[in-house]
């Protein structure tokens, strides 16, 4: 059974930069083809895909944000790592980590629970 | 990017009305779609993938069509717990886009 849990700061202040961690069991991303991924909601939103690491360190990103995050995997410790620099209000949203695969069945079908992270001063 | 557009935005039936949603890509994505729900304050939910086929653990109520750039989400029987915002995923080509969002909601 997959299972994937996001943690991280529930207020951050404008500027500072955004560190959340996607800790999960069921899998490795050692694994041929596994990869995790970060969505996001803004509240009352829709869904958002942010970034997508792969079991062999390939990682994709929104082109609108690229500048701004960074992903990177520890396999030891099956998690996975979004950094978001600059942070703004607009960020104000509920991030969620999915697990995916490179071949066969490529949709997100497994998420966590998600984490609501808040922007202010 | 792929734009997905999602119609209607909301809608409002009853306990064992016949639903569907439809979802249009910008340009043609072949059958690299998933639908998803979403109930109020939980994570999305993996319904369909590759435009038909049905995620494991999913009732066959629930069924998908469509290749190109329309699809289509139907709800043969709506149940009471099917009250919830259905999402559309194109993961044709990078990067990964979703479609808007569908609110069900109880007639």
Redesign the interface.
Known sequence: QITLKESGPTLVKPTQTLTLTCTFSGFSLSTNGVGV?WIRQPPGK????LA?IYWDDDK?????LKSRLTISKDTSKNQVVLTMTNVDPVDTATY?CAHRLSFG??????????TLVTVSS | DIQMTQSPSSLSASVGDRVTITCRASQDISRWLAWYQQKPEKAPKALIYDASNLQSGVPARFSGSGSGTDFTLTISSLQAEDFATYYCQQYNRYPLTFGGGTKVEIK
């Open positions: 991924a829709a869904l958002e895909w997508l994709r990103y929104s082109p609108s969620y069945e490529l949709h997100f079908d497994s998420w966590g629970q998600g």
